[in-house]
């Protein structure tokens, strides 16, 4: 009895085992880059910067614009259609990606969008 309990317990070793490892093969996921959306409060050609209010309530302490570092290879779209830094308007809603760091592209709306209050 004693030797098959033995035997039994170590089949469950293996068979939990087994399971975890096939578990660990899955192939990692690449998750998508975290975005920054607002409207844009200033562009600054010059230092290639573009400062963009979040929205929200504004606290004390908490802050409801980011400013926007670009660079020569950073991606600037208005509809889908490629353009320059100078082209984005004080208001236009925009998506930034990644949300942090310097942009890899800035997506613009030309249609107005309504700011929460």
Same mark, same amino acid.
């Given at each position: 009895?004693?030797?098959?309990?033995a %035997? @039994?317990a170590?089949m469950?070793?293996?068979? @939990?085992?087994?399971?975890?490892?096939?578990?660990?093969?899955?192939?990692?996921?690449?998750? #998508? !880059?975290?975005?920054?959306?607002?409207?844009?409060?200033?562009?600054?050609?010059?230092?290639?910067?573009?400062?963009?209010?979040?929205? &929200?309530?504004?606290?004390?302490?908490v802050?409801?614009?980011?400013?926007?570092?670009?660079?020569?290879s950073?991606?600037?779209?208005?509809? &889908? #259609?490629?353009? #320059?830094?100078?082209?984005? #308007?004080?208001?236009?809603?925009?998506? %930034?990606? !990644?949300?942090? &760091?310097?942009?890899?592209?800035i997506?613009?709306?030309?249609?107005?969008?309504?700011?929460? @209050?």
């Open positions: 009895m004693k030797r098959f309990m %035997v @039994l170590a469950a070793i293996i068979g @939990l085992t087994s399971t975890a490892l096939a578990g660990s093969e899955e192939p990692a996921r690449t998750a #998508k !880059p975290a975005t920054l959306t607002g409207w844009i409060v200033s562009v600054n050609t010059t230092s290639r910067e573009v400062v963009v209010f979040k929205g &929200g309530p504004i606290i004390a302490g802050p409801s614009n980011v400013t926007v570092h670009t660079n020569g950073t991606k600037i779209t208005i509809d &889908g #259609k490629a353009v #320059k830094l100078a082209d984005l #308007k004080v208001w236009m809603y925009v998506v %930034v990606t !990644p949300a942090t &760091g310097t942009a890899k592209s997506a613009g709306q030309s249609a107005p969008r309504a700011m929460p @209050l």
